[in-house]
């Protein structure tokens, strides 16, 4: 009866599970398996003939190839940043709005619907508002800094992307970290009242050891998702001017699609998933100890 019952209970586990490793098999794994095959080989991404040039393409990319160099520095310091702030902010917000507040249901909805409109989209609207809104806005108050060329000018273009990343997922952070914060039990934030421990003292000490499961998964997706960013960028700024603003996964698109040269695209995409596959067991790992630490 028992042996019944396990039979049962695997036929159900392979009948609930194959259609989700069918369809991520089909249109993840095999294209995965592809992008590894198309990297070692020369191809336009048109003609039915390859050509198999060995490691080729990656002596290129990371001997002879300025824009792949300054897109992997763009998307470091992209991802530096995009972290570190849209974490920080959201664990301020999340602390903010789990206070006896009155609206606070508002103001998280406020925040988090910016998280559910297309990046595509996003990046529209905020090029009509630096290039039009801000132009009217400075010209009826007088505030210059209104004026710049936020996204003509490298430095400012670069700090207009950042900020807009951060305006557009914060959201959703927020929401990761009120649930984490909501998990604390009372009776320890009363007992570090009872101690005497100050704020600051107990969002360190208490708060935060609390939460680290929230932190870690949030700081793994952020920096997957910075690592990644493309759509945003794409309709935002174009990765200019010039290429200040080009991330990885653009300067690819731009290889493979714009250049036809898809499998010199495919050998950086390769590279890509290396670099954020190394990053991300770095900081789960790291994450990870703080936990049992905490």
Not at 92 to 109: C, H, N, P, Q, Y
Not at 193 to 215: E, N, Y
Not at 238 to 267: E, H, K, M, Q, W
Request: proline fraction near 3%; include cysteine; glycine fraction near 8%.
């Amino acid at each position: 009866m028992k042996q019944k019952s396990i039979s049962h209970e695997g036929r159900n586990f392979t009948l609930f599970t194959f259609p989700a490793i069918f369809f991520i098999t089909l249109f993840v794994g095999i294209p995965f398996l592809m992008c590894i095959f198309n990297s070692f080989r020369k191809w336009n991404g048109i003609s039915k003939r390859t050509s198999f040039i060995g490691l080729k393409n990656y002596i290129k990319l990371l001997t002879d190839d300025p824009s792949f160099i300054h897109a992997l520095g763009f998307t470091f310091l992209y991802a530096f940043f995009v972290v570190i702030f849209i974490n920080a902010i959201a664990i301020l917000l999340a602390l903010l709005l789990e206070r006896d507040i009155r609206a606070k249901g508002i103001f998280r909805m406020a925040f988090y619907i910016p998280n559910i409109i297309s990046l595509i989209i996003i990046g529209f609207i905020w090029k009509f508002i630096c290039i039009r809104v801000f132009e009217a806005f400075g010209n009826l108050t007088g505030l210059g800094f209104l004026n710049y060329s936020w996204l003509g000018d490298a430095k400012l273009a670069v700090i207009t992307t950042i900020f807009v990343s951060i305006w557009q997922g914060l959201g959703f952070y927020m929401i990761i970290y009120i649930a984490g914060l909501q998990s604390v039990p009372d009776e320890l934030i009363e007992a570090a009242l009872i101690d005497g421990a100050s704020s600051t003292r107990r969002l360190f000490s208490v708060i935060l050891p609390m939460i680290m499961p929230s932190i870690s998964f949030c700081m793994f997706y952020s920096v997957a998702n910075s690592m990644k960013m493309f759509e945003l960028i794409f309709s935002l700024t174009g990765g200019g001017p010039g290429v200040a603003t080009t991330p990885i996964a653009l300067d690819i698109y731009n290889t493979a699609f714009n250049n036809n040269n898809f499998g010199y695209g495919s050998a950086k995409s390769v590279v890509l998933f290396v670099i954020v596959c190394a990053i991300s067991v770095i900081q789960v790992r790291f994450f990870k100890n703080k936990e049992v630490e905490s």
